[in-house]
């Protein structure tokens, strides 16, 4: 059977991705592990909320997953704080956190500093410091924690179902999730499995795969305290998660050095560099504008290249309402880059999205769009 060539969406499952050696994934001491990353969160707020008739006040970057701030809500008041991917810090002026407050920590594509937060924690004890390493779940920030809580949602890097993880750099007592585990897993499992035979070239239809993410992920978002399915839990400390995050570093690498020569107006990466110990999350694009961004997005789909946006903002009414946040939400791009790809995958990636630039039609449609 011819393989199909396919760059992005959801992952499939295989085992290869299983570790031919034990104790490739660096876990905390001592954690609890969840279905998803929100009912971490709502896990936490159980713990720490001893006062059920008020919310407590949950402050977020202004550039964050407003679908992931939505669901939060139910549980937080939220508030807002300056922390964009294209600054190197944050901007505590407008962080306004007192005591008892939580202040969720992200570390935006994995290229974020962990320095700084340390330095206002400790000017800042009294305020509950949650760290978000979904981005980049097993780098050194993460694994030398000194946060009151941190977390990372796994499967945003990781081929499992579902899970998300919590520990706490200061040994704090942890949430737990309850005994049900959630139908969304194995849906998701089956539409992974169902999506390798499709790639191998079986007679699977795409169709009954992304039916089943769909409502797989409609399963996950109604998620409040479910614990982590048996398949992710029991098949995590055997995933090969070094292997993964040196291609995934490998392939990112490989994205700046074909790219960074060009000297192209239309669009740049995000970043050119990054921490020793850390490994970005995919290869992350700011486009001119919306128009560019749009039309390259499409074009990339019609070659069976699917790239999300990391992430719409306003989103179902959601919105931070920072206005350079939102500016940037319409024109970041993630180019999947992660460790399904080897090197040639990256320059065929590249390939296309300078074919899109050099493309008469595309070009006349970006310019007539952005006048």
């Not at 001491?29 to 896990?43: I, K, P, Q, V």
């Not at 159980?46 to 939505?70: Q, T, Y």
């Not at 790219?259 to 192209?264: D, I, K, M, R």
Request: proline share 5%.
């Amino acid at each position: 059977m011819k393989q199909l060539w396919e760059v992005g969406s959801e992952f499939d499952w295989s085992n290869d991705f299983i570790s031919p050696v034990r104790g490739t994934a660096n876990l905390p001491s001592n954690y609890e592990l969840f279905s998803t990353g929100c009912a971490s969160l709502f896990g936490l707020e159980k713990i720490l909320n001893h006062k059920p008739d008020r919310k407590l006040k949950l402050h977020l970057p202004c550039f964050f997953c407003m679908e992931a701030a939505s669901k939060l809500k139910k549980a937080f008041d939220i508030c807002w704080y300056r922390d964009l991917p294209n600054q190197k810090y944050p901007d505590f002026e407008t962080l306004k956190a007192c005591s008892g407050d939580l202040v969720l920590v992200v570390n935006l594509f994995g290229v974020k500093s962990a320095q700084v937060w340390q330095d206002w924690s400790k000017a800042n004890r009294e305020v509950i410091l949650v760290e978000d390493h979904s981005h980049d779940p097993f780098s050194t920030w993460s694994l030398q924690s000194q946060a009151d809580y941190a977390m990372a949602s796994l499967r945003k890097t990781l081929p499992i179902p579902d899970g998300a993880i919590i520990w706490s750099g200061k040994n704090l007592s942890l949430p737990k999730a309850s005994e049900s585990e959630s139908d969304g897993a194995y849906k998701r499992l089956s539409a992974m499995l169902l999506k390798r035979a499709y790639l191998n070239g079986g007679n699977v239809s795409k169709d009954t795969y992304r039916q089943l993410e769909v409502e797989s992920q409609d399963s996950l978002d109604k998620i409040e305290n479910d614990k982590v399915s048996a398949f992710s839990e029991n098949v995590l400390s055997s995933l090969d998660i070094k292997e993964f995050r040196r291609r995934r570093e490998a392939n990112i690498e490989h994205f700046l050095h074909l790219t960074l020569s060009e000297q192209e107006e239309n669009w740049q990466p995000l970043f050119y560099s990054w921490e020793d110990g850390s490994v970005p999350f995919n290869s992350i694009i700011i486009c001119r504008n919306r128009e560019i961004r749009d039309c390259l997005r499409k074009y990339l789909i019609s070659k069976n290249i699917f790239p999300p946006i990391h992430w719409p903002q306003p989103h179902n009414g959601m919105t931070s309402d920072d206005l350079e946040a939102i500016d940037l939400s319409n024109r970041i791009l993630t180019i999947p880059t992660d460790q399904r790809y080897c090197l040639d995958d990256v320059s065929r990636v590249v390939n296309i999205i300078k074919e899109f630039f050099t493309t008469r039609e595309m070009n006349s449609s970006i310019y007539a769009n952005s006048q």
